[in-house]
């Protein structure tokens, strides 16, 4: 006799498994859904220094958007959006396409390329911050060797900050992009390679029209990950440029660490991670919801 | 002809692209780029690396490509037990020791924590089974800024804020979506029928997880062993805000050592640190390739 895998015996059967899960479901709807749903309350009260209950409606929120720095932060998001996440997806799908290519020494460049994804982005930001230093990084180097004129100082400039921190980014996530893109080209059929050599089609032509669009889950995939690693962005900044020079590096994340930690206004801090809260649940429920009805019948996870 | 046999040990089968031209511009093209690229990768680490050697003196003429005249690891000797935070010198090794501590325990109880409730919400899958492991998800892909603060509160209030206990049941914690989904995603391929034969031959709920489905999690505790224990050891956040004075794991110290100094950068000192700080993850990456591969996809192609 076989019962069905997933009616199995009657559910009171179930009791020790229950039990057990009992301290999952606290911390879930306590230190999960509870603290999320306590920072967005935080965000309607007229907390400071300490929380309180005085209601102020939106007033945190209009404020938010009224403060340079936090418009500077979401501008330099959008910045990263498309230097940082389209760097990267070039970048990789370069490298993975290279890879593809039945090459020597695959592993080894593998290795090589992925590395900096093993390291902490405290580390990655000082590293870039040395290199990007004019006195003594790579412009004083090539200066050196007699090209006096070369200059690499873009921390040191508010305008050009922004994409050091985009260059730093690339070399730490390019690696995993690769990988990701690499496992999705091994995916494609044999049979899709071989009709587009029989039918002449040129090699560019090939990737551009054929691979490409086989590609769309992995790079959709790809994309998602580097888009939330900008939204956690900031131990690099941290690290890197510390927000500067002024305030040309803030992101939302180091914004709102410093409202609650340095500054001492958690209104205005609640008030930031609210607005990414929604901006990120805007992103991934519907990615999620996605992925699960493309797995057919089975209930969204 | 065994053309390649190390190919097949990629983290997939060998490619079935096209076949390789005979030796072509193209071919030529492309070993140039893949040569440019692994240039890029590289270059911060030699630097680091040149530089961490050098003395001071050979530091300030700025040649940072340059390798240095002579190994000198009096920097190396600085970094570990001399380098100065403002008020104090005790050397990086204190972060050190400080992230062993702070990092083996996380590690441990979140994997088998993981292991122990994806066990749970594959197999039992109790009533609301999948309502909680939804919000656990969807928990993993919000920042951690949106739940820190309360947290912290939490914490006071139970005096776990700033003690070894609460830092490692913060790590603890916020793992869960990562562990809890890869174990879960690794159950749901093991048959059901086994589990029910067990059930049927009076296997208890404690037993079946000990002596049947972990024994048969051996290459997920590895992957997700790795990958929390380079997750924990390189974050710096939770470490910051809730490790106290006393327990500041390394990459927080690194960050306070070389960011806020005074007087003289001392940067082969400082390089000697921050390599220091990449060497217990990058050496975890080197040993275990090929896990940790596993671990990087597992964990990001999610669900």
């Known amino acids: 006799m076989k019962t069905s895998p997933r009616n199995g015996p009657p559910r009171f059967r179930h009791w020790p498994a229950a039990l057990a899960l009992s301290p999952v479901w606290a911390i879930a709807l306590l230190l999960f859904v509870g603290t999320a749903g306590y920072t967005v309350y935080l965000s309607f009260t007229a907390s400071r220094m300490m929380p309180v209950n005085e209601f102020v409606g939106f007033e945190h929120y209009i404020k938010l958007f009224g403060t340079r720095r936090w418009n500077t932060s979401l501008a330099n998001m959008g910045i990263l959006c498309v230097t940082y996440v389209l760097g990267c997806l070039v970048l990789g799908f370069l490298l993975a396409a290279a890879l593809d290519r039945k090459v020597r020494f695959e592993n080894t460049l593998r290795t090589i390329f992925l590395y900096p994804q093993a390291v902490s982005f405290v580390v990655t930001g000082l590293v870039w911050q040395w290199l990007m230093n004019p006195g003594l990084g790579i412009q004083a180097a090539v200066q050196g060797w007699g090209w006096e004129s070369f200059t690499f100082d873009w921390t040191q400039h508010r305008g050009t900050a922004i994409y050091a921190v985009a260059i730093a980014g690339l070399w730490q996530g390019a690696g995993l992009t690769m990988i990701l893109l690499l496992a999705g080209l091994r995916g494609i059929d044999h049979s899709l390679w071989q009709a587009a050599r029989v039918e002449g089609i040129p090699l560019w032509r090939t990737y551009v029209s054929v691979i490409l669009p086989e590609l769309t889950p992995a790079i959709a995939t790809a994309a998602t990950l580097l888009f939330m690693g900008i939204v956690r962005t900031y131990d690099l900044i941290v690290a890197m440029t510390n927000g500067g020079p002024g305030s040309a590096t803030e992101l939302p994340a180091k914004f709102i660490m410093d409202n609650l930690f340095d500054r001492m206004n958690i209104g205005a801090a609640t008030a930031g991670a609210s607005v990414m809260l929604i901006s990120v649940m805007a992103v991934i429920v519907p990615v999620l919801y996605i992925r699960a009805l493309r797995k057919g019948g089975r209930k969204p996870v | ?303």
Not at chain 2, 142 to 147: A, D, K, M, R
Not at chain 2, 163 to 174: A, C, M, N, R, W
Not at chain 2, 181 to 196: E, G, T, V
């Open chain 2, 1 to 303: 002809m065994t053309a390649r046999p190390r190919a097949a040990r990629g983290i997939t089968r060998e490619a079935e692209g096209p076949r390789p031209f005979r030796v072509e511009p193209g071919r030529i093209g492309l070993y140039l780029f893949l040569a440019v690229a692994a240039a890029f990768f590289i270059l911060p680490l030699y630097v680091m690396l040149a530089t961490s050697f050098k003395s001071l003196d050979e530091v300030r003429l700025a040649q940072i490509f340059a390798l240095p005249h002579t190994l000198d690891i009096s920097a190396w000797i600085a970094a570990w037990t001399s380098d100065c935070e403002p008020g104090q010198c005790f050397g990086i090794s204190a972060g050190f020791w400080n992230s062993v501590k702070i990092t083996v325990p996380s590690t441990a109880i979140s994997v088998l924590l993981g292991a122990f409730v994806g066990y749970i919400l594959s197999f039992w899958r109790p009533k609301g089974a999948d309502t909680l492991f939804a919000i656990i998800v969807l928990a993993g892909f919000i920042p951690l800024q949106v739940f820190v603060y309360p947290v912290v509160r939490a914490f006071a209030w139970l005096n776990l804020y700033g003690t070894l206990s609460g830092i490692v049941l913060v790590h603890v914690i916020f793992s869960l979506p990562l562990t809890v989904l890869l174990f879960r995603n690794y159950y749901a391929a093991i048959p059901h029928d086994l589990f029910q034969a067990a059930r049927i031959d009076g296997a208890g709920f404690l037993r079946i997880f000990w002596s049947l489905m972990l024994p048969m999690t051996g290459p997920m505790l590895v992957v997700a062993g790795i990958l929390q224990f380079t997750g924990i050891w390189n974050d710096f956040l939770l470490g910051l805000v809730f490790a106290g004075r006393e327990n500041l794991p390394m990459t927080v110290q690194l960050n306070n050592t070389v960011n806020v100094t005074f007087g003289e950068v001392r940067y082969n000192v400082n390089m000697a640190a921050t390599l220091l700080t990449a060497a217990v993850p990058l050496a975890a990456y080197f040993v275990s390739g090929r896990w940790f591969v596993r671990g990087i996809t597992a964990g990001a192609v999610k669900g």
